[in-house]
């Protein structure tokens, strides 16, 4: 307030009513930008809007808050994928969509009957129009899953039986692999139990809307593609909408999808309605032709590598073959070499060893038989995090000594964008955001060897796609080797040079192959999976066929599942 031009000049520019928090009044602050560098706490941000989007404006958090901008329509007998950051609002748009909160246009509060007026003529007027009537019966799934034992009680097969329309609860489990975890209660499940639970919960229930709040997270490649096909089978001709950052899902899901644009936290805007590969495209060029906006400064593109055998380079760490068992589960690893500058993906379902198999590189866990002797450096990330740090962003990178350090700076703390964070506290971070601050600081360290354990999970395509590109860069300038697991096929693609496949029997015993070129890696883990891949011609993106598809037939028949 004492540097405010406008306060000075007299007018009302700030101001704090007794009691409540200061408030700035838009149509008379100038947009000098003063506030933003004087404020010591960074709790302020001027963004200019364009005049157009004055009278689109469908919601907004309170005074100087979030907004947002347009809805999607959601198609009869179609699945509507909703693409964009985290913060842009598609969560604001599932409730608005499911009725539990009624858009308010900017003003106060929302009324349903300003809705019908303000969507008079329009395609969304039907929708309104039914869903307030109830004439539309909506079923949504939460994006929070873990919350879920709070408010549900019983065993898995009690909640599923409660909750079925259609009478096929028992298959529906079936199809989902819950069968083993019928007779638990839910605050015993996993994430990726919770999640297949609440999907099976919400198709097993007969509606006219279903919204699903990323249906993939927790889950492995081949129970992400199983949960993509029940969705398009149980759904049938209703109006499916779906927000997955998951792009090979959302393109094997979706038939129409919208991007959502803006700044994260302050506004969001909704895009036209795209064709499913024109819309992912559109996104990952950061261009969107019809509105004539650009919503990233670069384009991304996937790279069509030839194969690397890895053995261009020099050889950094060779493993012996290694027998690890516990708790009446074994893996059983091939030896294998990992070379200096390459980037090794590891692929493979749940419960097959993958965490066990990294844990033994990092010397966390000790291998039964083949033990692992190396004097590298090696910097590990567990797939798990705790955010166990009672300071802020800013001190814990204090404290491990990578404040100041030109390279942290310059490779991991501005392409992540950081700095937003740096005055959070680590307890109150997002699942997102402690990946991200978890992830620099892996990297951070000088190191021979980095281990990163599920680094996308939590984070949208956004900053799955710029962290890919941070690993690379990080490994080819420190001359080291990466080692990445993870669950996203467009991430591990983006990402790897080489791949190992891990297969077995989930929970009872895996094999974890060598390191080889990612064409044989993806050929074997994809006919695990009865699954093909092609390339986008565009962007050179990986794409999943149609089951049954003439190009889906031609590439079995030739034994050729990953992209040629």
């Not at 990578?402 to 392409?415: I, K």
Request: hydrophobic share 40%; net charge neutral; charged share 30%.
């Amino acid at each position: 307030m004492r540097f405010c031009p406008g306060v000075r000049m007299g007018e009302e520019t700030v101001r704090i009513d007794e009691g409540a928090k200061p408030e700035i009044s838009e149509l008379l602050c100038t947009g000098c930008g003063i506030c933003t560098k004087k404020c010591p706490f960074e709790a302020i941000s001027i963004v200019n809007l364009p005049d157009e989007l004055e009278g689109e404006k469908v919601h907004q958090y309170g005074v100087n808050g979030f907004r947002l901008f347009r809805l999607p329509y959601p198609e009869e007998g179609k699945v509507t994928g909703i693409l964009g950051e985290n913060g842009t609002g598609k969560s604001t748009i599932l409730r608005i969509l499911a009725g539990e909160l009624v858009p308010n246009f900017g003003s106060e509060t929302g009324d349903r009957e300003e809705v019908l007026r303000r969507f008079s003529g329009r395609q969304l007027y039907n929708y309104f129009s039914e869903l307030y009537s109830g004439r539309l019966r909506v079923v949504r799934k939460p994006q929070h899953v873990d919350a879920l034992p709070r408010v549900v009680t019983g065993s898995v097969a009690e909640v599923l039986q409660r909750v079925d329309e259609r009478g096929m609860w028992r298959e529906v489990a079936e199809r989902l692999e819950l069968e083993n975890a019928l007779g638990r209660k839910l605050s015993s499940l996993s994430g990726g139990e919770l999640q297949r639970v609440a999907v099976a919960a919400a198709l097993l229930r007969e509606a006219d809307v279903y919204i699903l709040d990323e249906p993939s997270s927790y889950l492995d490649v081949v129970q992400r593609l199983k949960v993509a096909r029940l969705i398009h089978e149980l759904a049938g001709n209703r109006r499916v909408v779906v927000v997955e950052h998951d792009l090979v899902v959302l393109d094997f899901l979706a038939e129409r999808v919208h991007v959502v644009y803006g700044v994260p936290g302050v506004y969001g805007i909704v895009a036209g309605a795209r064709g499913v590969r024109r819309g992912i495209n559109a996104y990952l060029r950061g261009y969107l032709r019809e509105e004539n906006v650009r919503i990233r400064g670069e384009e991304l593109k996937f790279e069509v590598r030839p194969p690397a055998s890895g053995a261009g380079g020099e050889l950094m760490l060779a493993y012996p073959r290694m027998r690890k068992s516990y708790n009446g589960f074994t893996l059983s690893v091939e030896g294998g070499e990992l070379y200096r500058g390459e980037v090794v993906g590891v692929l493979g379902a749940n419960a097959t060893g993958k965490s066990t198999f990294v844990k033994m590189l990092a010397g966390v866990e000790r291998a039964d038989e083949g033990a692992l002797e190396s004097r590298l450096r090696v910097s590990y990330k567990p797939q798990y995090l705790s955010a166990s740090f009672t300071g802020t962003v800013e001190e814990l990178f204090a404290k491990l000594e990578l404040t100041g350090d030109s390279f942290f700076e310059s490779e991991l703390f501005r392409p992540l964008n950081l700095e937003r964070l740096a005055q959070k506290a680590v307890r109150e971070l997002s699942g997102g955001e402690l990946q991200l601050v978890a992830v620099a600081t892996c990297l951070g360290r000088e190191a021979e060897v980095y281990l990163l354990d599920e680094p996308s999970a939590y984070l949208d395509v956004e900053h799955r796609l710029r962290l890919a590109r941070v690993v690379r860069r990080v490994v080819e300038k420190r001359e080291a080797v990466g080692m990445v697991v993870d669950h996203d096929l467009l991430f591990i693609d983006y990402i790897s040079d080489r791949a190992m496949v891990f297969s077995g029997v989930p929970g009872r015993e895996g094999y974890a192959s060598k390191p080889v070129d990612m064409r044989s890696a993806m050929n074997s883990f994809l006919r695990q999976m009865e699954v093909t891949l092609r390339r986008d011609p565009e962007t050179g993106r990986p794409r999943v066929n149609k089951p049954g598809s003439v190009k889906d037939r031609e590439q079995k028949l030739r034994g050729e599942y990953y992209y040629s």
